[in-house]
């Protein structure tokens, strides 16, 4: 028999009614459900034939996860799930929904369609992020961001690639992001969109002074060193749209990819460029529709 997870952001109030009528869909199934002890005092009763598990119980023997929510939901799961090569299928509720490949609606066919081996699951590249202040490696889906720290002038942000310098930046942060980071806030800041199985980084400055500043896409094998002056005396940095702490500016960091990935389950309507057409509107006469 399977052993389905199934993760949830419980802060989503549609939880409380979305998480139960889940529940007695998949009574018939033949598989095992489980999900995370700790979620019961924001759901409601839990039925008898759904396992609540720790965290490091659920991981084990795991066949797929499932992971309610949005993208930031598929972010954190992707954290929990860690070096486990265990597929996500994300269900989305939430907003623009790039990483999420189910609705609510079709989650039974797409468990019984991947079982089947009907779906696609996708390895995607992680970014390794080591911090000399900090103890552990910590590692990212989308995008590393370094940031000025609320202070109101530019920082100056050293970049070298393979120990040979890349740029010194005079700008209010910058981003690194994966393929699959690169529709994020890399986006947001003017940064290529690149398809999620392509082995590259995009090193992208925020706010740069100088206009000839662009991002740049990199081998995903090249290894990067930041280092930051500011007049602050100290920076952010942040992982997936987490703050990762706030670090002086002799701190050391280092980025590369990470020696596993995450798997990702897509469904042939999540194919990647039909969702760029769908999310972003693309091919859409917007004449017509402002009439």
């Known amino acids: ?51 609540q598990l720790p965290l490091e119980k659920l991981l084990e023997d795991c066949d797929l996860v499932l992971s309610f929510g949005g993208d930031g939901t598929m972010l954190m799961t992707a954290r929990l799930i860690g070096h486990h090569a265990i597929p996500i299928l994300g269900v989305n509720l939430g907003g623009l929904g790039f ?22 699951v996708e390895p995607r590249t992680l970014l390794r992020l080591d911090v000399d202040q900090l103890e552990k490696p910590v590692f990212l889906l989308n995008d590393f961001v370094a940031d000025k720290a609320g202070f109101s002038r530019l920082i100056q ?14 700008a209010d942060g910058l981003i690194i992001a994966t393929p699959t980071g690169s529709t994020a806030y890399s986006l947001a800041n003017g940064g290529p969109i690149v398809n999620p199985m392509t082995n590259a980084f995009v090193i992208n400055p925020i706010c740069p ?9 990199i081998s995903d094998s090249s290894k990067i060193r930041i280092s930051v002056k500011s007049e602050q005396g100290e920076f952010n940095i942040f992982g997936d749209g987490n703050m990762i702490g706030k670090f002086p500016l002799e701190t050391k960091v280092l980025l590369s990819k990470a ?29 017509l529709l402002n009439r």
């Open 259 to 287: 020696d596993f990935k995450v798997h990702l389950v897509q469904t042939p309507s999540h194919e990647f460029f039909t969702i760029l057409r769908e999310k972003l509107g693309w091919g859409e006469n917007f004449r």
């Open 99 to 120: 990483l999420t490949a189910s609705s609510i609606d079709s989650a039974i066919d797409n468990i019984d369609r991947f079982f089947r081996k009907d779906l696609i």
């Open 209 to 217: 002074h100088t206009l000839s500043n662009r991002p740049i896409i």
């Open 157 to 170: 942000i050293r970049v070298d690639v393979d120990d040979r310098l890349l740029n010194s930046y005079l």
């Open 1 to 51: 028999m399977s052993k389905i997870s199934v993760f949830v952001n419980t802060l989503k109030p549609v939880m409380k009614t979305v998480l139960p009528a889940f529940f007695k869909k998949i009574r018939p199934l033949p598989h095992t459900f489980c999900v995370p002890d700790t979620i019961k005092p924001s759901i409601g009763d839990i039925p008898s034939y759904v396992e």
